[in-house]
């Protein structure tokens, strides 16, 4: 399974990253997972919502830059070395990622893992091959 990440880019100046979720927030939509990266003049924000084209559509509505991914959602158990037996499964496969964050929800137990790997069809299969857990929706 997959689900669409929307990265957002952002200036680097006080205050974007609370319009933006302002924005989504105005719009009742939850956030389920979310990252930031930045340099000195801009960022991308990275976040798994639960209704994605009503986000997107507020989002560019406001006056932001969007751009949605396919990423994919592995569920882990939460215990020490659950996220470690994951990448080994993606360095055996030779998969490599191009980045990684974790969700803010997660299930008794469990924890959500967003990765965007550089062949996301081929990661998919080597996920499900393995037997991995992904969700669509958390």
Known sequence: MQIKQISVFLENNAGRLGEVTK???????????????????????????????RAVKALNSAGFTT??????????????????????????????????????QNKAGKAVVIFKLADHAEGLEIIRENGLSTVDSF
């Open 23 to 53: 924005v989504i927030a105005g719009e009742g939509i939850n956030m389920r997972a979310i990252s930031i990266a930045d340099t000195a003049d801009f960022g991308i924000l990275r976040v798994i919502v639960d209704d994605t084209p």
């Open 67 to 104: 751009r949605e991914t396919a990423v994919a959602a592995v569920e882990i158990e939460d215990v020490p070395g659950s996220l470690a037996r994951v990448m080994e499964v993606f360095q055996k496969s030779k998969i490599n990622i191009e980045y990684l964050y974790a969700s803010l």
